[in-house]
């Protein structure tokens, strides 16, 4: 397949060169292309690299590289079929993801167009970080079974820049990588806690505004704020109230209060909960909110 340089590309709107978009929709999307091909969409003039996309200057080995190793120890009949089909399963993969990200930039390019427009510092950011970030997005992609999630993972990418200011480049990757490891029960259980609790959210102290403190210190929480019906009638038992809080706490989604009923324990929203259900929705979905 011949390569394309986008170094020499002609100046392109300012929403289409956030990832070349054309290149995703008219290469990516409807042919078949190697993880190498990827890397050249994505590249930058000062990136050092080989032409045959092999071993680059630093010594890095990409993860292919291994996946070759484990196959080829196959016999010949099975190492063949398993190498066609991981290769296959990659390009879905990134197909998926490119899809998705397409789809939502599409659908926010009037947006993002406009906080093209009257920021310099957005602009900044775009050109510094969302090109890097997209690359992030797709190697996240090829490493996470769930489609999902992977949809998930371009969400994020792309609702990090329908903001202005948008959310810096480590937030984004730190909430890409949370979706990487949030199942579907996960997620539903997040987003149920995000709806009963989005709207106390107190922005300064990053946390959700949920409990009332009386004299005497006595605390109580805000009526309807603690979506345990909900979560019960989404099919959610006692197991997974004791399981899933204590997974979105691990990863700083939420934060218990353990001094409040229990067990199983009320938990309030954090600030990173707040962007992952934002960011994770795709534009259907936030409309449907």
Same mark, same amino acid.
């Given at each position: 397949?011949?390569? &394309?340089?986008?170094?020499?590309?002609?100046?392109?709107?300012?929403?289409?060169?956030?990832?070349?978009?054309?290149?995703?929709?008219?290469? !990516?999307?409807?042919?078949?292309?190697?993880?190498?091909?990827?890397?050249? %969409?994505?590249?930058?003039?000062?990136?050092?690299?080989?032409?045959?996309?092999?071993? *680059?200057?630093?010594?890095?080995?990409?993860?292919?590289? #291994?996946?070759? %190793?484990?196959?080829?120890?196959?016999?010949?009949?099975?190492? !063949?079929?398993?190498?066609? !089909?991981?290769?296959?399963?990659?390009?879905?993969?990134?197909?998926?993801?490119?899809?998705?990200?397409?789809?939502?930039?599409?659908?926010?390019? *009037?947006?993002?167009?406009?906080?093209?427009?009257?920021?310099?510092?957005?602009?900044?950011? &775009? !050109?510094? $970080?969302?090109?890097?970030?997209?690359?992030?997005?797709?190697?996240?992609?090829?490493?996470?079974?769930?489609?999902?999630?992977?949809?998930?993972?371009?969400?994020?990418? &792309? $609702?990090?820049?329908?903001? $202005?200011?948008?959310?810096?480049?480590?937030?984004?990757?730190?909430?890409? *990588?949370?979706?990487?490891?949030?199942?579907?029960?996960?997620?539903?259980?997040?987003?149920?806690?995000?709806?009963?609790?989005?709207?106390?959210?107190? $922005?300064?102290?990053?946390?959700?505004?949920?409990?009332?403190?009386?004299?005497?210190?006595?605390?109580?929480?805000?009526?309807?704020? #603690?979506?345990?019906?909900?979560?019960?009638?989404?099919?959610?038992?006692?197991?997974?109230?004791?399981?899933?809080?204590?997974?979105?706490?691990?990863?700083? %989604?939420?934060?218990?209060?353990?001094?409040?009923?229990?067990?199983?324990?009320?938990?309030?929203l954090l600030r990173n909960g707040l962007l992952f259900v934002r960011y994770a929705r795709s534009h259907s979905e936030k409309f449907a909110e």
């Amino acid at each position: 397949m011949q390569s &394309v340089d986008v170094r020499h590309e002609p100046q392109r709107p300012l929403v289409d060169q956030f990832v070349g978009w054309r290149y995703f929709s008219h290469a !990516a999307v409807d042919k078949e292309i190697t993880h190498c091909e990827w890397f050249k %969409l994505f590249h930058r003039p000062n990136h050092r690299r080989r032409d045959d996309c092999g071993q *680059r200057g630093t010594g890095y080995l990409p993860l292919q590289h #291994w996946i070759d %190793l484990v196959i080829d120890a196959l016999p010949d009949v099975v190492g !063949a079929v398993a190498k066609r !089909a991981v290769l296959a399963d990659r390009l879905d993969k990134q197909k998926l993801l490119t899809e998705v990200v397409v789809n939502e930039l599409q659908y926010h390019a *009037r947006r993002i167009e406009h906080f093209c427009a009257e920021s310099s510092e957005f602009r900044r950011y &775009v !050109a510094e $970080n969302f090109r890097a970030l997209t690359i992030d997005a797709l190697k996240k992609a090829e490493q996470t079974r769930s489609n999902d999630r992977i949809r998930r993972i371009g969400q994020i990418l &792309v $609702n990090s820049v329908t903001v $202005n200011p948008p959310a810096t480049a480590d937030v984004t990757e730190e909430l890409m *990588r949370t979706a990487m490891q949030l199942s579907d029960r996960d997620a539903l259980f997040l987003g149920e806690i995000y709806n009963a609790q989005f709207r106390f959210f107190d $922005n300064a102290r990053g946390i959700a505004a949920v409990v009332h403190e009386f004299e005497g210190g006595v605390r109580q929480l805000r009526p309807d704020s #603690w979506p345990l019906e909900r979560l019960r009638n989404a099919g959610f038992d006692h197991a997974d109230l004791m399981a899933i809080p204590a997974k979105l706490v691990s990863l700083g %989604l939420v934060q218990p209060f353990e001094w409040l009923d229990g067990p199983p324990y009320p938990h309030f929203l954090l600030r990173n909960g707040l962007l992952f259900v934002r960011y994770a929705r795709s534009h259907s979905e936030k409309f449907a909110e």
